[in-house]
């Protein structure tokens, strides 16, 4: 592998990002999030001083051998190309401004490291923080018609009285922008306590940049969802990283 | 996007559809505070386009969705100071968005 190389991502790689259910590592996630075919991994690792160079090269390699990423010069523009990167003179800023950039709409799910077998006795609790009433209205229709008990959180102190409260949620659909709390912290102060580290987490955002997935992958997310989404899309996501069948 | 089919969801979609006169009267009052250089009402008001932005498509009404997006894109790039172009630019955005929700109810 060559980090001074250009990589773009392949239909494969699109589908890794929007299809739902990856296996891919957390690092290996991060990197195909930020190859934009346009800059050189060495450029783009600018914008992830969390990635080591060993755990970069380590990625690349297992996204190169899997097919998800080419050399730029092999791959048609994918659906995840927006057309940045024209003759910049400060290459630094240009990667600023396509981390920045919105429209950049990923389903993203990681796959649990264990299949779970379905028990109609055992409930599935999920909390859902949603500070839109109908769009969590909704929401919990839908996680209920699948047998799954829902507990919704609109702000900072429901959030913290539902995790406060047994039982605890086996899965937590977070969204990011609410009223008094940014669902990014939550997700960090979750992934702090011993109690709720291991718990999944699924970001529902209309934040869609790739800072902002990144960011999310960062902190620990096990899958992103940009908003608008169809509930289907959430619904298949939840089953994934609980390990149950989809 | 599409909302699943069934009356349960159809009363959903309808109730949605309905909430938009309240949230465009709340735009409005948000805006008009935004407007006096309140940095914290215009916060509010880009979170809650935020919102209906995230939310319209999911309920079966895109087009309502976008209108949000550009209020929001327009307010997050020009920050909470607006000129007298971009106040204009912000109004019509508003206009827009009004006109696509009342359209569909």
Not at chain 1, 78 to 84: C, H, K, R, W
């Amino acid at each position: 592998v060559d980090t001074k190389a250009v990589y773009a991502v392949t239909n494969k790689g699109d589908a890794e990002l929007s299809g739902i259910g990856t296996s891919l590592s957390a690092d290996a996630l991060k990197l195909l999030v930020l190859i934009d075919g346009k800059r050189s991994v060495k450029q783009l690792m600018k914008g992830a001083p969390t990635l080591t160079e060993n755990a970069v090269k380590d990625a690349l390699d297992k996204l190169v051998r899997a097919g998800i990423i080419a050399p730029a010069s092999d791959v048609a523009p994918a659906g995840l190309d927006f057309g940045f990167g024209a003759a910049d003179p400060d290459e630094s800023r240009a990667g600023l401004e396509s981390l920045k950039k919105t429209g950049y709409f990923v389903r993203i799910a990681r796959r649990a490291a264990e299949p779970r077998k379905p028990d109609p006795k055992q409930r599935i609790n999920v909390l859902v923080v949603e500070d839109d009433p109908q769009l969590a209205k909704l929401l919990k229709m839908y996680l209920q018609m699948e047998n799954m008990v829902t507990t919704v959180a609109g702000n900072r102190e429901q959030i913290l009285a539902a995790l406060r409260t047994p039982p605890k949620p086996d899965l937590i659909l977070l969204d990011v922008v609410l009223p008094d709390v940014d669902g990014l912290e939550v997700l960090g102060r979750i992934r702090e306590f011993e109690a709720l580290k291991t718990v999944p987490v699924i970001l529902c955002t209309g934040k869609a940049t790739r800072e902002a997935v990144l960011d999310g992958l960062r902190r620990g997310a096990d899958g992103y969802i940009t908003k608008p989404y169809n509930v289907d899309v959430v619904l298949k996501a939840a089953k994934t990283v609980l390990g149950l069948p989809t | 996007v599409s909302l699943p089919t069934g009356p349960e969801f159809d009363e959903l979609r309808t109730e949605y559809r309905q909430g938009m006169v309240a949230k465009l009267a709340a735009l409005d009052a948000q805006w008009a505070q935004a407007v006096t250089g309140d940095a914290g009402a215009h916060q509010a008001l880009v979170r809650a386009l935020h919102t209906i932005a995230g939310s319209a498509g999911t309920f079966g009404l895109p087009a309502i969705g976008d209108a949000a997006r550009a209020a929001e894109n327009f307010l997050y790039e020009k920050g909470a100071k607006l000129g007298g172009e971009d106040r204009q630019r912000f109004v019509l955005l508003l206009e827009e968005l009004r006109a696509t929700a009342l359209a569909n109810e």
